[in-house]
């Protein structure tokens, strides 16, 4: 029997800003928990009663709500040497009134004082707005670059009447423009749906860069949950048909990297399908030079038990299964070349990653 | 325009689509594209917003004269109206002079700027953008378009490079997008594999990561539209030139078409500016009744107010617009009088017998395969750019988007009802001295042209179309959900311009470069058998409807008589007979 895909990852921690002070994310046994937070689903029935929310709790949540979410896979990191650089004060911008990277709900607001005063100035009887214009519009106007013998096309458009906010467009010509910005209450007005899934997706965006935000450690063992979920045995495994496009695409944005890193293959030359039977699947190269092709296929698993434990390639083998693991100790089965049999490894986590500790007899036929 | 029309039905019935979505190929097809991508941009530097000192002088000057009106912006108070106006207002001068600045550079240079400039102007909307930060991202962004331009300009010139990861997303949503109007994918499923690589990049670096706020801040002021409006849409000709007011600004005015939809009502119009062409004889609201108080009563002594909906002019003097007309007039009424100023003549327009759909308007019919004319279009925009500017821009157009596209449809199985359509595409290239990417010339045999694309090619030298302009005043059958009503076209020696209104149509981000690829295309043929293909020249864009400009090329037969015109759809297509009865004069 194969081990749980976390026992080949051992416990990690991270630090967040959590009501003002710095409190501890720790992920053990694939779990996470908010160390200083004991009594974690009191503060959760209580946050669901309309009660505080501690920036640990929305982690906790938003790491099981990710726990088997593909977009996770198509975000995170494909190597170790994969950086992102994303980080929690980047995070901290889009959070609600935050910076650049937020996004603020288009509320109706009141009138600002530019929009009074434009509104207050008197204006010839000719250039009035109609009194169906909203107060408060302002018409930007200017010229846009071209080709000045093209016929001009370019489309003014104002305010009409707070319909919604008009756009102009010119695709093939120079020309006047105009375009106009209402009230802000009948700007918004009608397009509160859209703005509620936009906010929706903005909320999203910064659960998922939090997370990310929580640094290598944490994406890898995000990356390898949701691999899990998605496995034999995992909660998602039913459906995997329909997530097979995603798997596919998470399993060669990896193997890519790793064979790379294990033949010196251009990775863009790793084709890699979901292996759906009991034993660890194929290996195949065809071609020569930079003509050479590795077409691999590997079952979901392996990205949660090899390949976020960074073992993917260890001792010139490309790890295909986990044996038996008690971090830091694992016995594995590596190919040493493609067409190969796998042999039995038994490695060792050190400071410097992964070191055989004995090599072992013939693994094919090894059944998971 | 339907090339391939004819074939054997119940073939292409089966040919219609590609695999279905559920098929899984075409989303794995374009996944991997994304991890392909992702890959390449990781080669590329990290995204750093230059500082500005580095900016060139003409930028160095308008960020200069923006600052500190920027400075005001970015520590002003919070509600965001106010900041957004402030913004907006500090920025537009930058917006204008970074145009400006990058203008010298080539006409096709120009070109591919200005939907930069178009997103630029999409920018100085956004609430919170603080503004020094857009000063630089304004000028990384030219800079990227520039060497963009640099990359795609054929011969000696500046030295090639990688495209940057914005313009490998960019060609990626070009693919999904055509792989979705294929029917190969959902356009939800295209969505988020492109919002994901998106997000892979911004938190790697690679692109800017107001990308991601930008892209949900676009998804809220450009929601997909809903069905048009139910209800009665009436086209009422109208065809009568009014005296403009000598403080109008206009030196002649006609008033085409009244259009009463269940949302609005609105009267199409154009003209000629008076005096001197050009930005400054633009006030700011354009004045186009002067000082006249327009007013219009309904038989029912109702009245209602009207005002300028939304104009255009340009560099040649030429003005058109739209008129609103406010409430909306109900439903039953026998006419509208419209008088411009005290004393001037009334005019009214006579709404009996109008019921909507006019008998000149016929269909909808099945159109034809998605994938054929996908491909299609992308042909049709090559006959279009060499018929409307001529060989001298043709060694610019750019068939590497296609080849992406055909090579994606044959890898996910979609390409067999398109080979056709390639082989048009092939010859037609051919024909007009345009390379033709390997991955197209050996996905067909070149095929022969459609007539209609023959008959467009052999008119594209022709300077005859006639001067005048006229109602066409059309009411187009519901198709896929969206309405079109055309209200009034005018023609010149060198083309026409046809002016649409458009509800519930799905025209994508009016922000983003021309899409060739569209699902909506637009053809005519007029009496005297001469072909006509269309482009948006431009348009008014809001959440609920469009006002489009059509320009027709070749110019019209100058005795033609009517106008066959047809809008092919994503499912089919209509078609309306339009009498060319310019400016009352009867046809030429």
């Given amino acids: ?43 959760l029935v209580l946050a669901a009663l309309g009660g505080e929310r501690s920036e640990c709790m929305d982690m906790v949540e938003a790491w099981g709500s990710r ?49 009074r005063a434009i509104s207050a100035l008197p204006l010839p009887p000719g250039m009035r707005p109609p009194a169906r214009r909203p107060r408060g519009s302002i018409n930007y ?26 756009h102009a467009v010119s695709r093939s010509s120079v020309g006047h423009f105009q375009f106009a910005v209402g009230s802000s209450r009948l700007i918004w007005s009608g397009r509160q749906r859209a703005a509620d899934e936009a906010e929706r997706a903005a909320a999203r965006r910064r659960e998922l860069l939090s997370l990310l935000a929580l640094g290598a450690e944490f994406q890898l063992r995000l990356s390898a949950t949701v691999a899990a979920a998605w496995a034999d045995g995992g909660s998602r495994a039913g459906d995997r048909a329909a997530g097979r496009p995603a798997l596919v ?113 013939n693994g094919a036929g090894a059944r998971r | 325009m339907t090339p391939g029309a004819g074939r054997d039905p119940a073939r292409a019935d089966r040919e219609r689509s590609g695999p279905p979505p559920e098929d899984g190929r075409a989303e794995t097809y374009l996944r991997l594209c ?125 030295e090639r490079r990688d495209p940057s990861a914005e313009e490998g997303v960019h060609r990626l949503r070009t693919l999904a997008r055509a792989l979705n109007l294929a029917g190969a994918i959902d356009r939800g499923t295209a969505d988020s594999i492109l919002n994901g690589l998106e997000t892979a990049l911004a938190v790697r670096s690679r692109v800017d990561p107001h990308q991601l706020a930008m892209r949900e801040f676009r998804a809220m002021r450009h929601p997909r539209p809903a069905r048009a409006p139910a209800g009665p849409y009436i086209a009422a000709p109208v065809g009568v030139a009014v005296q403009p007011e000598p403080d109008s600004g206009l030196a002649e005015l006609r008033l085409f078409t009244l259009v009463l939809a269940p949302d609005q009502a609105v009267l199409s119009a154009a003209g000629r500016l008076a005096g001197q062409h050009g930005r400054s004889g633009h006030p700011d609201p354009w004045p186009v009744f002067g000082s006249a108080q327009p007013s219009t009563t309904d038989d029912r002594g109702n009245g209602y107010e009207l005002h300028e909906a939304s104009s255009s002019s340009d560099s040649d003097g030429d003005w058109a617009g739209f008129l609103g007309i406010f409430p909306i007039p109900p439903p039953g009424i026998g006419w509208l009088e419209l008088t411009f100023s005290p004393g001037s003549p009334a005019i009214r327009v006579d709404l009996t017998g109008l019921g909507g759909e006019g008998g000149a308007a016929s269909g909808p019919v099945p159109a034809d395969r998605p994938a054929e004319r996908l491909i299609d279009a992308a042909a049709v925009s090559l006959l279009h750019d060499a018929v409307a500017h001529g060989d001298e821009d043709l060694p610019w157009h750019d068939l590497s988007g296609v080849a992406d596209i055909v ?182």
Avoid at chain 1, 141 to 164: D, H, N
């Fill in chain 2, 34 to 158: 994304a991890e392909a991508e992702l890959r390449r941009a990781l080669t590329l530097p990290r995204y750093e917003p230059p500082a500005l000192p580095g900016l060139p002088a003409p930028l160095r000057l308008a960020a200069g004269l923006a600052r500190p009106a920027a400075s005001v912006v970015a520590g002003a108070a919070r509600p965001a109206l106010p900041l957004a106006e402030r913004t907006a207002r500090a920025l537009r001068p930058l917006a204008d002079r970074a145009a400006a600045a990058v203008q010298p550079v080539t006409g096709e240079a120009a070109r591919r700027l200005q939907p930069l400039a178009w997103q630029a102007a999409d920018r100085l909307q956004m609430l919170r953008c603080a503004a020094p930060q857009a000063l630089r991202e304004w000028r990384w962004r030219v800079e990227g378009t520039i060497a963009t331009v640099g990359l795609r300009r054929s011969g000696p010139g500046p």
């Fill in chain 2, 407 to 588: 090579a994606a449809l044959d890898a996910v199985g979609a390409l067999a009802p398109a080979r056709g359509a390639v082989g048009r595409l092939v010859t037609l290239a051919r024909r007009l001295g345009v390379e033709v990417p390997a991955a197209v010339s050996a996905a067909a045999e070149p095929a022969d042209l459609p007539a209609d694309w023959t008959s467009v090619l052999q008119n594209r030298g022709r300077r005859d179309g006639p001067r005048g302009g006229t109602p066409a005043a059309v009411v187009l059958p519901e198709l896929d959900g969206a309405r079109f009503v055309l209200a009034g076209l005018r023609s010149d020696p060198a083309g026409a311009a046809l002016n649409v209104l458009a509800w519930g149509w799905d025209h994508g981000s009016p922000f983003s470069s021309g899409d060739p690829n569209g699902p909506w295309s637009w053809s005519a043929r007029d009496d005297k058998g001469r072909w006509h293909i269309a482009t948006e020249g431009g348009g008014g864009f809001s959440d609920d409807h469009a006002e489009l400009q059509l320009q027709f090329v070749p110019p019209l037969h100058p005795e033609a008589t009517s106008l066959e015109v047809t809008l092919a759809g994503p499912t089919g297509q209509v078609t309306a007979t339009v009498a060319l009865d310019w400016d009352g004069r009867g046809s030429a």
């Fill in chain 1, 1 to 43: 029997m194969s081990p749980p895909w976390w026992a080949v990852l051992p416990p990690a921690e991270a630090q967040v800003s959590c009501g003002g002070r710095t409190h501890r994310l720790r992920w053990a046994e694939g779990s996470l928990t908010a160390t200083d937070h004991p009594d974690a689903e009191g503060e």
């Fill in chain 1, 141 to 166: 106007g200017g010229f846009l670059p071209g080709m000045a013998q093209r016929r001009a096309a370019a489309v003014m458009r104002q305010s009409r009447g707070g319909r919604g906010f008009a």
């Fill in chain 1, 249 to 361: 695409a998470a399993l060669t944005g990896r193997l890519a990297p790793a064979a790379q890193s294990w033949l010196g293959i251009d990775p863009g030359q790793v084709d890699a399908v979901l292996h759906e039977d009991t034993d660890w699947g194929r290996l195949a190269l065809s071609g020569t030079g930079s003509g050479r092709r590795l077409r691999a296929a590997l079952p979901v698993g392996w990205l949660a038990s090899v390949w976020a434990a960074g073992l993917a390639v260890t001792a010139g083998h490309l790890i295909v299964e986990v044996r038996e693991a008690a971090w830091p100790e694992v016995v594995v089965l590596g190919v040493p070349e493609p067409g190969a049999e796998p042999v039995t490894l038994k490695v060792r986590a050190g400071s410097d990653g992964w070191k055989v500790a004995t090599a072992g007899g």
């Fill in chain 1, 67 to 115: 726990s088997d979410d593909l977009e996770i896979m198509a975000v995170g990191p494909r190597s170790a040497a994969d950086e992102l650089t994303i980080t929690a004060d980047d995070v901290a911008e889009t959070g609600p009134g935050g910076g650049l990277l937020g996004f603020a709900r288009p509320t109706p607001a009141p009138l600002g004082p530019a929009a």
